[in-house]
């Protein structure tokens, strides 16, 4: 039997775009177990439970990816933080921002989700004089030094 609407609990949902390096492999399996990582550090296992984060929708290519992630009605607020703490998924660093708040999922899919993330850019520039290759997206650079990539500008290179 399902309840009358007033009764019902209360959902909000966050879109959140991912951003990791190029060549990084991000999955929603252990992007759920990070927010669940991340809620349990920043607000302890009752807060965790209050917040109760789900990861309804995602997506990662090439170092971008977006998801929509299912809080409770009145934990958006800490559910933003807990989101903000969570700097790597599977040991891959990530950067992690909550780009919108709806009530409904489609809501949030039609005002803040874009499709399919941005193309990047492959190209060969020069980085500390030296010619290397760099994956360039929004002004943005991923460049390889030394086997380890480096986040830079379009002006640093």
């Not at 949902?13 to 990791?20: C, D």
């Not at 760099?134 to 030094?145: K, Q, T």
Request: charged residues 25%.
């Amino acid at each position: 039997m399902t309840l009358p609407k007033h009764l019902r609990q209360r959902w909000r949902y966050l879109a959140v775009g991912v951003e990791g390096w190029p060549a990084a492999t991000v999955e929603r399996e252990p992007f759920q177990r990070a927010l669940w990582y991340g809620a349990q550090n920043l607000v302890g296992d009752a807060g965790s439970a209050t917040v109760d984060l789900t990861v309804q929708q995602f997506r990662y290519t090439d170092g971008a990816g977006e998801g929509v992630v299912r809080t409770r009605r009145g934990a958006v607020e800490r559910a933003r933080a807990v989101v903000a703490s969570v700097d790597e998924v599977a040991g891959q660093p990530v950067g992690l921002r909550v780009r919108g708040t709806s009530g409904t999922l489609r809501g949030c899919e039609e005002k803040y989700m874009s499709g399919a993330p941005k193309l990047k850019e492959q190209r060969h520039v020069t980085f500390e004089g030296a010619d290397r290759r760099a994956a360039v997206r929004d002004g943005r650079a991923a460049v390889r030094v030394d086997g380890a990539p480096v986040g830079v500008t379009t002006l640093d290179i």
